[in-house]
């Protein structure tokens, strides 16, 4: 066996540059992620400030920390895989808790950018080095290279005292300049600013490290979420400040939960005890958790004052509703203690799902929001009472129920409490329809009590039928409300001469304005279809020129009739006469005909009505208008006009509405939730 000295090694472990390509080059995919690691850096140099500048082409990222001479730059800034902690310790020299470790973030730049230049000023020493990706590209390309070299940049050429930004360096600091930028990668200054606030949670005063963007700093209201926050459960005393950072008028729960961890190590099986400090919340809208650049339903790990994990939401199968309000921070520094495995992948964005400290950690989390869901969903139950009897109406109503009735009425509008309904309009609306269908519920009750009134009680049994009256009477109020609608949008429609198309489909939908009786249809109406298509059964028993024929609408009504619609625009030009639209029509009549003649219904009725907006050519005066209603009525068609049309409609419904206003009680409650709606 053959020993080797220390200076000739048998074997030896090389390490190719194309590692590089994995560790830090292409790392990342977004911006606030990159700047991220150069901001830690700084708080690591022991930084007071950092300022971040954008500028059309390139990122100036000037701190002023410890800053680097020649061995510094070289051991730690380019020495990829530097063990700072190994090194350092786990603090930095003013005391702060490293975030730094595995020493490849910085290589993270080139994620963004192809050429990055780093200054730096330490007691006096001015150096500078630019790197660029097509460098050491170039190197790994060269298989005999080992290493990559750096451009150095002249001393004369490092005017890093010059300022840039917020930050002034006068004795020591670094600036990082990145350069030729990739595109699509979101670099706006309010983009990144809300990002960077919510990577950071040691940003401020308190924490004696300013982080500026173009020289204003970033704070506390940058993360754009504290405001949003309706109910609020943080975690231990220490966490009580995220309560302060909540809008007060906002804010309707909070509660203290406690901040200990038990994390049981299988080689040793003994429990440890770890804190966590941060907070879980819940917005009012689940709306309210989006914005521009960010989905903010998520809860983040942060550890050390850094973001260690988007989101540990995605662990868990939550479907319920409370979910998509949930927003949270939980702080857990015991997931990097220096001296043990580190926790976090290689990527630096998430933790390594097996380590026993991140499973107990997201226990723990489960457990939480078992108890916010349950609670969350008592208080939007109690909070959905309240809205519904803001409404002064339903407020009255609710106050007329008893015992059982009282106890579902309180459930029923917690439960609307809880809906995705962020439209105040769209929320009465469904109050309106919530109290008709209590009372219809109420309504099946009474049927039931039918059976146990007795021949001598007949003043019970009167008053349950005038509430079934009064519950049919108000379904078919609130019905011919929407029908006068429905015949004032037709009006609108005719006013301005709309095309038959729009009139066409409005009377698709709505049949009972041409007559109340045709509500139902027997057979399904046809809408615009030749007829040769509709009629295909004998279609080559028709003529030309009844194949030629558009149907506008048929169907069968609920008595047996056959029913073909013919539609003119309002103002049609040239106006017909009389026996232009019997010409017309007549040819669809006989075509149905033929058909029912065939099947052997030949003796069902046919009827055909024509629409116009505007009266007859022929239509001089009364004995005219009566002959030619003469001629039309053997063929069994009839003209019909828009306007009469409307007004008959109009006038008949809008005559049931003035009668039964005053003696529907709880059509009078509906109409009073919708007018309050509009106060």
């Not at 230049?117 to 500078?128: D, T």
């Not at 001393?155 to 030729?180: P, Y």
């Not at 469904?430 to 039931?448: C, D, G, H, P, T």
Request: glycine share 6%; aromatic share 8%; proline share 2%.
């Amino acid at each position: 066996m053959n020993n080797s000295s220390n200076n000739d090694e048998k074997y030896k472990m090389t390490i190719g540059l194309n590692v590089l390509n994995h560790l830090g080059i292409n790392l990342y995919s977004n911006t606030p992620a990159v700047l991220s690691e150069v901001v830690a850096n700084a708080w690591d140099a022991d930084a007071t400030e950092v300022d971040i500048t954008i500028r059309d082409d390139d990122i100036v990222i000037t701190d002023n920390g410890q800053g680097m001479n020649v061995d510094d730059m070289n051991d730690k800034f380019l020495n990829v895989g530097y063990q700072k902690r190994n090194v350092e310790g786990d603090t930095s020299k003013d005391g702060r808790p490293l975030m730094g470790r595995k020493g490849i973030g910085k290589l993270s730049l080139f994620s963004i950018s192809k050429t990055i230049k780093v200054e730096s000023l330490k007691e006096e020493e001015k150096n500078g080095l630019l790197m660029s990706s097509e460098g050491i590209k170039k190197a790994i390309e060269e298989e005999k290279k080992k290493c990559y070299n750096p451009d150095d940049i002249p001393e004369d050429e490092i005017i890093i005292t010059d300022k840039i930004g917020k930050v002034n360096i006068k004795d020591n600091g670094t600036r990082i300049t990145i350069s030729d930028l990739k595109r699509g990668l979101g670099r706006t200054p309010e983009a990144l600013r809300k990002r960077l606030a919510r990577r950071f949670s040691v940003l401020g005063s308190e924490y004696n490290f300013k982080v500026y963007l173009n020289e204003v700093e970033i704070g506390i209201d940058d993360r754009d979420y504290y405001h949003k926050i309706h109910y609020l459960w943080y975690f231990g005393n220490e966490s009580e400040k995220f309560k302060g950072y909540c809008r007060n008028d906002k804010l309707d729960y909070d509660e203290e939960k406690s901040n200990k961890i038990k994390v049981k190590y299988q080689e040793n099986d003994k429990d440890v005890e770890y804190e966590v400090t941060g907070w879980i919340g819940t917005a009012v809208h689940s709306g309210d958790l989006k914005d521009q650049y960010d989905n903010l339903n998520k809860i983040t790990i942060l550890v050390r004052g850094k973001l260690a994990q988007e989101d540990i939401l995605e662990d868990f199968a939550e479907g319920g509703l409370f979910s998509k309000y949930l927003i949270g921070e939980i702080h857990a520094d015991f997931l990097d203690i220096t001296g043990m495995v580190e926790s976090a992948t290689s990527n630096r964005q998430e933790i390594k799902k097996d380590d026993p400290r991140y499973i107990a950690l997201r226990d723990f989390v489960y457990g939480e929001l078992k108890h916010i869901q349950n609670k969350w969903t008592n208080l939007r139950k109690s909070k959905g009472e309240e809205e519904a009897k803001e409404i002064q109406a339903i407020d009255d109503w609710y106050n007329t129920l008893h015992g059982e009735d009282k106890k579902h009425a309180k459930t029923l509008f917690g439960k609307i409490g809880q809906l995705k309904i962020e439209n105040d309009r769209e929320r009465r609306e469904l109050y309106k329809q919530s109290v008709l269908a209590f009372e219809n519920m109420k309504y099946k009750r009474k049927l039931e009590a039918l059976e146990s009134i007795s021949i001598d009680n007949m003043i019970e049994f009167t008053a349950l039928i005038a509430d079934f009256d009064e519950i049919e009477a108000t379904k078919y109020y609130q019905i011919i409300k929407e029908r006068i609608c429905v015949i004032e949008k037709l009006k609108s429609q005719i006013d301005e001469n709309a095309l038959e198309k729009t009139v066409q489909e409005l009377l698709y939908n709505h049949l009972w304005l041409l007559d109340p009786s045709w509500d139902r249809t027997t057979e399904t109406p046809y809408m615009e279809q030749r007829v040769e298509t509709a009629f295909k059964i004998i279609s080559d028993k028709l003529s030309e020129e009844e194949r030629k024929g558009r149907v506008d609408i048929r169907y069968k009504n609920s008595s047996g009739k056959h029913i073909i619609i013919e539609l003119k625009r309002a103002n049609p030009s040239p106006i017909p006469s009389t026996p232009e639209i019997l010409s017309q029509v007549d040819k669809y009549r006989e075509a149905l005909r033929k058909i029912l003649k065939e099947i052997d219904k030949e003796r069902e009725p046919i009827e055909v009505v024509c629409l116009i907006g505007r009266n007859l050519k022929d239509w001089t005066d009364e004995t005219r208008i009566e002959e030619s209603r003469q001629t039309l009525a053997p063929k069994g068609i009839r003209v019909l006009l828009y306007q009469k049309m409307i007004e008959e409609a109009y006038r008949a419904y809008n005559a049931f509405l003035e009668k039964n206003k005053e003696s529907a009680k709880l059509a009078q409650l509906l109409e009073r939730i919708e007018l309050e709606e509009y106060e």
